[in-house]
């Protein structure tokens, strides 16, 4: 276990590290940047050592002749603005390895959400059907800052750290090596301990950001519903569901925040256990003469130049797990079974007639349970179909199919005589005019929320799309008129209000076959007669589906399709089907009853 999952976290950074191949004149950059910070942090001390030994040789000097000590250019003067010099060259190349790392990190994470949004619209709706939308927006959220967050701080740190250790461990065994012994023995139980500490960590990194996607899946559902909640009395239970999806967050945070943040005061209290140690043995070559004052501080600089390094290595390297808990997460979003891909040498069908044949389709959200067998039928170019059915028949599924947002089973449908799946998904839709049950607007003027099917339409074509749906005598009510900003859930129309503006986008598409979901589900009776008018003279030469419940709205159509159990179990006129006193039949007198 422990061996598969290495290689999974070693496969993970190496993914991740790929997607910085387009970043090597910064990379090189920062490269450069930290091998000259390193140096300049290893050769300060040094100079240190002798600046502070000239110094305290040009004082013993001064006192011993009785003269006042003075420092001029010639004598101090250079050594000391050298030495401050190189300290300021050293903030520069910090600051500029900080700055570029900064933006190849968040450049990484631009790259990684622009992939995300591509993969979004390739996945297919089974793998929406099956993640809430709380949990796929917390791969372009928290999981991307936290990858960010470690790649411009923790690793940069890592690696500077690390040269620095190596630089200053060099350095010590040249001054004194016993002293560099007993500093290690100490840090070797810092490293042991931050080891035992990481694979923990990353282990409960992995449940930190899985907690955090289902609080915030649980959130976003619950923020949709609130009316719905409030309308059942079910605030208690809502607040309880939120309240244990935040305690197995918070748990998981503890977990990790704990792991992460208990090692450096271990560390710490072994550094400074080691620094009494040395400082005494240290003292003790001073009155023997064995190491000058320069050389100790200059040693002692060493040693916190090593020793907050492995502090913050072992803070990082568990900050890391959970980099790639999150990396981990997103790249099995990006590695998602992907829609099949539109064929090469597809066929465009740039204004249909209006033919669309099932030709024994079969389908199934599951391969292995189908539930569409065989279903075949004809609409010819202008017809009115009716899918009608009892909740859960496959009515809604029937038109998915036909938009190619599934793949069937088996079986081929076809439109004007060309088979839907050797089309560009794109070419196939453009045919089509929906207006579905659930209404969508988005941020944006009611002018462009009608455009948004044409965005290159006039002023002139909105206008005359949004009387055609009798949308526009509102519509000018409203404070700006068309200029009306909404937000992306239009809470200031109402939901018949809402449903004309996306019967009013169809008008201006003008579309050559409709599907219609229950689109007058919202509006008023009076409303839906006034509609029904203009749906009749915009469906007039037009193949339409129309999905309803109320049976009566669909007597004139030119042919029903009675579904059941996914299976199409009657097809023919009104009149036809009630002589045949079926199913459907049944379901129309019992409106009426």
Known sequence: MRLARTVERQNTAARLFSYLRGQRIRLAVVAVSIVIYVALSIWNPMYSAFVIDRLWESIQASWKSGTAFVITWNHMGRELFQLSFQYFLTWI????????MANVAECLTLD?????????NRLPLRFFDRNKSGEILSHVTSDLDKIAEVMQTGLLKLIVAMGTIIGSLIVMFYYSVPLTCIFLIFMFAGSAITKVVSEKSLRYAEEQQDTVGSLTGVAEEYYNGRNVIR?????KESVEQVDRAAE???????????????VNPLIRL???????????????????????VGVVQAFFQYINQAAEPLTEASYMI???????????RTFELLDEEEEIPDPADSVDLEKAKGEV???RVSFGYDPSELLMKSISFTAKPGQKIAVVGSTGAGKTTLVNLLMRFYEVNGGRITLDGISTADMKRGDLRKNFGMVLQDTWLFGGSVAENIAYGKPDASREEIISAAKAAKADYFIRTMPQGYDTMLDNEAANLSAGQRQL?????VFLCDPPILILDEATSSVDTRTEVEIGKAMKKLMSGRTSFVIAHRLSTIRDADMILFMEHGNIIEQDSHKELLKKNGAYAALYYSQFE
């Not at 503006?501 to 986008?505: C, E, H, N, Y």
């Open 112 to 120: 990684l959400r622009r992939q995300i949004a591509v993969k979004l």
């Open 270 to 292: 072994l550094t400074r256990m080691s620094y009494v140690v040395i400082a005494v043995i240290s003292g003790w070559a001073m009155l023997n003469g064995i190491m000058t």
């Open 231 to 235: 309308a059942y009395n079910h605030e």
């Open 357 to 359: 044949r099932f030709d």
């Open 501 to 505: 503006l996306t019967i009013a986008r």
């Open 93 to 100: 190349f910090y600051y500029l390895q900080s700055y570029l």
């Open 248 to 262: 197995a967050a918070c748990m998981a945070n503890q977990k990790v925040n704990f792991l992460i943040n208990c």
């Open 318 to 328: 568990n900050s890391l797990q959970s980099a790639f808990a999150s990396a981990k």
